[in-house]
């Protein structure tokens, strides 16, 4: 348009009136246009002219632009953009639309689009220049470029994440397929037609069929009368329900051969997955205990009963001992008795004193008969343990004890009171008797005697003893204080049969405790056991 | 024959013997009759045999009666006393040889009276059985 009107301008020129309104034109054109205009030299690059746009916009006066260059001026901090405008004018004669940055007066830096021609003004080449700022459409430009440069990299990064996510899920398919493929768990999914879709490789096993022969088919082909069966129905149940179900299931395969297997069915979307576990051998072991303890059950019947048994046999010989041992003891002893009291005249001492040891050797073996038996039926009488008040319990047998006895014995009980315990009253009441006779019996020969009487705790039991100041014992025959009929003394020095200790020591046992003894000759003996505590 | 008051079966000849002496010495051997094993007693009891003429008014006042017979033994004895009409009232008292005897609960069951276990010294014996005969014939007055 402006080369036009120069052209126009130009052959205009030849007239002086219509030149002069013309350049009044171009003045007003000129100076009062909205775009910056500017004329330039073409070979120095000076401003020629400039308008009051170009000035307001550049923030120069009139004055200090023109006769100065753009780069005098550092109008135009990228030169290499006006270069480009240079160019375009020396090869067409014109650039248009060309965008460069410049900077203003106060530095600010804005965006024009700029174009030039060439023009000869007077004989003088010139460069008529006009730019539009173009700042705010560049900024919004640069703005939707950041932007969009921003939503590419987000799309990239999306990309790239969906990519890495594809690859993930991938390698985790593969994972949990290769996992699934071979884990030692079966694994089957069967779809709502019955047919198999998937199934593992230890499904193939415990299946007895490949992958090949299964998958497409259905469970009725492959197992015929499976319909009849406990899976069957769990199956349609999971079918149709849609809850997991857990089963232990016998399974006979149509080889006829059977396995037990534990079944998890649960639903997924195709139908039913099945997890299963081969537990033919454990099935098979359980059945082998089974039947191990119903034999073994069935030995011990036996065996109790061959108890139960011999008890009755020993039971019976027990009462044949006593009862036939005791028989002819009695004829000797009555007998005996008989010519003590009705022959006396008639015998000399000697025969006497011979009547005399056979009815004291006879009496003797009838208490021995009966402390046999007495021990034996420890063994056989039984009654629930219960708690045993001590304290009372030794004061009675201290009286029994004492009932027949004009001694002056002193008992001293520890702190007056002894620690309750768990035992068969009976059986313990004998133990503190058969304790408490022998101080008494084994002290009879010291001028005063003391009988201490006391208990403790240790560990998880009850301590008790029985301390006299009487005979004592030698410690070397030890092993032999608790035998039955094993006396440590003779029967002059003390009468007894032996069986007291024996008694104590079965009793103890039976109670899981323990009985033991100290002893220093002439000095005294003490004797302890121990019994359960009455909280255990 | 005199009335018999105490009916005394006992296989063991030396038991009886002494058992016998210890009541002559309490003055009760005239009343006394002894039977030597549960056969004879059942043939006692139900008149057969030996015994098939003698007169059933012919009641004991007590029996004394051994557990451990030949053949038949004391507890059959006593149970069929204790089932028949005639002798179920008369105190029966059995004599055992030892307190370990397994039948003494069934003869209680069965109704024994008492029991005593003969004691192998004879001081012992001559007293227990003496006041046994004592007890069981002066002082415990039968039911009629």
Not at chain 1, 176 to 202: C, H, P, S
Not at chain 1, 218 to 234: A, L
Not at chain 1, 378 to 400: A, H, Q
């Amino acid at each position: 348009m402006l080369n036009n009107e120069s052209l126009h301008f130009q052959t205009l020129s030849e007239s002086g009136k219509k030149i002069e309104t013309s350049q009044k034109v171009f003045y007003t054109v000129f100076h009062k246009s909205p775009v910056m205009n500017s004329i330039t030299d073409a070979i120095t690059g000076k401003f020629i002219e400039v308008n009051e746009n170009f000035v307001r916009f550049c923030g120069y006066t009139k004055e200090e632009t023109i006769g100065k260059s753009s780069l005098e001026l550092n109008l135009i901090p990228h030169p290499e953009q006006r270069a480009k405008i240079i160019t375009s004018i020396k090869e067409k004669g014109y650039s248009s639309d060309v965008v460069l940055e410049v900077q203003t007066k106060s530095g600010e830096f804005k965006w024009v689009s700029v174009s030039a021609h060439a023009v000869n003004i007077n004989g003088r080449n010139c460069f008529i220049t006009a730019m539009v700022d173009v700042t705010e459409r560049k900024k919004t430009e640069e703005l939707l470029l950041q932007a969009n440069k921003k939503l590419e990299a987000l799309n990239a990064d999306l990309e790239a994440k969906v990519e890495e996510r594809t690859k993930k899920i991938i390698a985790d398919e593969k994972r949990f397929r290769l996992t699934l493929d071979n884990m030692l768990e079966g694994a089957q999914i069967i779809g709502f037609d019955w047919r198999y879709i998937y199934v593992n490789k230890a499904l193939e096993k415990q299946g007895k069929y490949s992958k090949e022969e299964l998958l497409g088919k259905t469970m009725m082909e492959k197992y015929p009368g499976i319909e009849e069966t406990d899976v069957f129905k769990s199956i349609q149940q999971c079918f149709n329900e849609r809850v997991a179900i857990l089963k232990e299931i016998e399974f006979t395969f149509p080889d006829k051969t059977i396995g037990w297997f534990e079944l998890k069915i649960q639903p997924v979307p195709e139908g039913v997955f099945i997890l299963s576990v081969d537990i033919t051998e454990r099935k098979k072991a359980e059945l082998e205990i089974k039947k191990l303890n119903e034999e073994l059950e069935q030995k011990v019947t036996e065996r109790t009963a061959q108890l139960i048994n011999v008890n009755k046999e020993l039971e019976s010989f027990t009462y044949t001992v006593s009862h036939d041992l005791r028989a002819p003891l009695r004829a000797i002893n009555g007998y005996a008795k008989i010519l003590q009291e009705d022959y006396t005249s008639v015998l000399d001492n000697d025969g006497l004193s011979s009547l005399a040891a056979i009815l004291n050797n006879s009496k003797k073996m009838g208490e021995l008969i009966d402390d046999l038996l007495a021990f034996s039926r420890l063994g056989r009488l039984s009654s629930p343990p219960s708690e045993i008040n001590m304290t009372g319990l030794i004061k009675t047998v201290i009286e029994e004890e004492m009932a027949d006895n004009s001694r002056d014995i002193v008992f001293v009980v520890q702190n007056q009171d002894l620690i309750p315990a768990m035992g068969e009253q009976v059986l313990i009441k004998q133990v503190w008797a058969n304790l408490i006779s022998n101080a008494i019996k084994y002290s009879k020969y010291k001028p005063k005697t003391i009988i201490e009487i006391g208990s403790y705790y240790k560990d998880d039991r009850v301590i008790y003893y029985v301390k006299d100041n009487g005979s004592g014992f030698d410690m070397k025959y030890y092993d032999k204080l608790f035998g039955v009929f094993q006396r440590l003394h003779s029967q002059e020095e003390f009468e007894g049969t032996g069986i007291g200790l024996a008694i104590v020591k079965k009793v103890i046992q039976r109670h899981n405790g323990h009985v033991w003894a100290e002893s220093i000759l002439n000095e005294g003996s003490c004797f302890y056991f121990s019994l359960p505590t009455i909280n255990s | 024959m005199s009335p018999i008051e105490i009916l005394f079966v006992e296989d063991n000849m030396d038991d009886a013997t002494l058992t016998m002496r210890a009541l002559k010495k309490s003055g009760l051997s005239n009343v006394l009759f002894h039977l030597k094993d549960g056969a004879e007693a059942l043939d006692f009891i139900y008149r057969k045999g030996i015994y098939a003429s003698r007169n059933i008014e012919d009641r004991p006042k007590l029996i004394l009666l051994d557990l451990k017979m030949p053949k038949i033994s004391g507890i059959e004895v006593l149970e069929k006393i204790k089932s028949h009409p005639f002798y179920k009232a008369i105190p029966v008292v059995i004599l055992t040889s030892s307190k370990e005897d397994p039948d003494i609960k069934r003869c209680y069951e069965l109704g024994a009276n008492s029991y005593i276990v003969k004691p192998v010294e004879s001081d012992n014996f001559f007293h227990t059985i003496k006041e046994l005969g004592m007890y069981w014939m002066i002082l415990n007055q039968p039911p009629h």
